[in-house]
């Protein structure tokens, strides 16, 4: 067995490292509304002090490292250590089809998000954490050396057969699949009809709050709802967090698909925008305030490490 990518071997890494310590704190903090979170709101994540959201991440280019084609443009950049190289987290994305309009939606928020969040899990906590991440296709036979995947905006997403089915055994075989950033009763609709034919003979569970994942790391009072950007600007004065354009969109959900043991290996987050959370942070002092510190990253981190530990 190749232990440096086993899904198997990555998680009891993982769950070393968290043993080891978690350099994050559950800070319940006071109402200012520039600088703390809301009392009895979300406890969220303290970033260090002097902290400037790094600027967003758009122009590719070519670089150094394998995999790696865009310019981070003020996210850091840092290198794997020297003595375990491979043996490193990496935020993995999925290349899907999808119908309608928007036929490349598995790029939504990309490389902003995923370049930002790997920053914080390495910045935040102990994993160690691949500065680039990683784009794959369901059937590309790479998907199995890591442990963790990510799908974004699903809700007109084609499948076909042998990603069906790769997808399946991935999940069975000990890998985890993280959805995310879908509004609505029919984006649901057409995302359940595809899951359903990965899952065919298993339910999906809905996750309240009283589920560990929901404080793993960081204690999360609320179910998270992130808006996008423009909607959050948009919807501010009057409260709303929602899609509002999208019948069926207005409380977030968590579901989650389990093996034959019990162990969580898809979370399905439906109702929120976890990704543009991430994404956005360095564009709004606002948005990043009262949504990615307070809600994107906790969550997200909070996932990360229940999948890499259960």
């Not at 491979?86 to 999808?98: C, G, M, N």
């Not at 160690?128 to 997403?157: A, H, K, Q, S």
């Not at 179910?223 to 999208?246: D, Y």
């Not at 990704?275 to 564009?283: A, I, Q, T």
């Amino acid at each position: 067995m190749n232990t440096r990518h086993h899904p198997r071997f990555l998680a009891a890494l993982m769950l070393c490292l968290l043993s080891a310590g978690i350099i994050v704190c559950q800070v319940a903090l006071g109402e200012d509304d520039d600088d703390d979170v809301d009392s009895g709101k979300i406890e969220a994540v303290r970033f260090p002090d002097g902290f400037q959201p790094p600027q967003i991440a758009q122009r590719f280019n070519a670089r150094t490292r394998p995999h790696a084609h865009w310019d981070r443009r003020g996210v850091p950049d840092w290198d794997p250590p020297a003595h375990m190289p491979k043996d490193v987290f990496t935020f993995v994305r999925i290349r899907y089809d999808s119908d309608g309009y928007r036929w490349n939606k598995w790029r939504t928020d990309y490389p902003d998000s995923d370049l930002n969040f790997s920053y914080r899990l390495q910045e935040l906590t102990s994993l160690e954490v691949d500065p680039d991440g990683r784009v794959l296709e369901l059937t590309d036979p790479e998907l199995f050396n890591y442990p963790f995947i990510y799908i974004i905006e699903p809700g007109d997403i084609y499948l076909t057969p042998a990603e069906t089915e790769n997808l399946r055994k991935y999940c069975l075989n000990g890998g985890f699949l993280m959805v995310d950033d879908f509004w609505g009763d029919r984006e649901w609709y057409n995302f359940k009809q595809v899951i359903t034919e990965v899952f065919p003979n298993r339910k999906m569970k809905k996750l309240d709050l009283s589920h560990e994942i929901f404080k793993t790391v960081f204690v999360l009072n609320e179910l998270p709802q992130v808006p996008a950007l423009e909607n959050a600007l948009w919807g501010r004065s009057q409260g709303i967090t929602w899609e509002a354009h999208k019948p069926g969109s207005e409380k977030p959900e968590f579901w989650a698909y389990h093996d034959d043991k019990g162990r969580m290996m898809c979370i399905i987050c439906f109702n929120t925008d976890l990704g543009d959370g991430w994404e956005r942070e360095g564009e709004n002092h606002w948005y990043f305030k009262e949504f990615s510190e307070k809600k994107a990253y906790p969550m997200g981190i909070n996932i990360v490490f229940y999948a890499l530990t259960h």
